[in-house]
């Protein structure tokens, strides 16, 4: 069974960028959307980017769309969330998940929360932004 970790969370001011890693190990990500989340304090959960096989299957939330940037590495079993223009609502934690089956492109589905089976998930990274 694959096996998700999230890294690169941390402190950034406004404005600044971070990246962050999901990682996959076992089997790999096969041929599964993966999905990225956050999840804010007091807050639910929140589907802001989907990625399918390729790099030009993509969904980014309205919240964003035009500062993050997703790329996918399947022979490395990486996905990469590039996080640009951080603004303090951006804080939270981060969570990435895959399905073990084959799915939908992220073109036609969008939110990744609307994937019924993404099942596996990462533990999620932190990230704290400051105004």
């Known amino acids: 069974q694959v096996q998700l970790v999230e890294s690169g969370g941390g402190l950034a001011q406004a404005g600044e960028s971070l990246t962050l890693s999901c990682a996959g190990s076992g089997p790999g990500l096969g041929n599964s959307a993966i999905g990225w989340f956050r999840q804010a304090p007091g807050k639910g959960r929140e589907g802001i980017v989907c990625?399918?096989?390729?790099?030009?299957?993509?969904w980014y939330a309205d919240s964003v769309k035009g500062r993050f940037i997703v790329t996918r590495d399947n022979g490395r079993k990486v996905v990469t969330l590039r996080m640009n223009a951080l603004q303090p609502e951006d804080a939270a934690t981060y969570y990435c998940?895959?399905?073990?089956?084959?799915?939908?492109?992220?073109?036609?589905?969008?939110?990744?929360?609307?994937?019924?089976?993404?099942?596996?998930w990462g533990r999620g990274t932190t990230v704290t932004v400051s105004a």
């Open positions: 998940a895959v399905s073990q089956t084959p799915t939908p492109p992220c073109t036609i589905v969008g939110d990744p929360n609307l994937y019924r089976s993404l099942e596996v």
């Open positions: 990625v399918g096989h390729t790099d030009d299957d993509t």
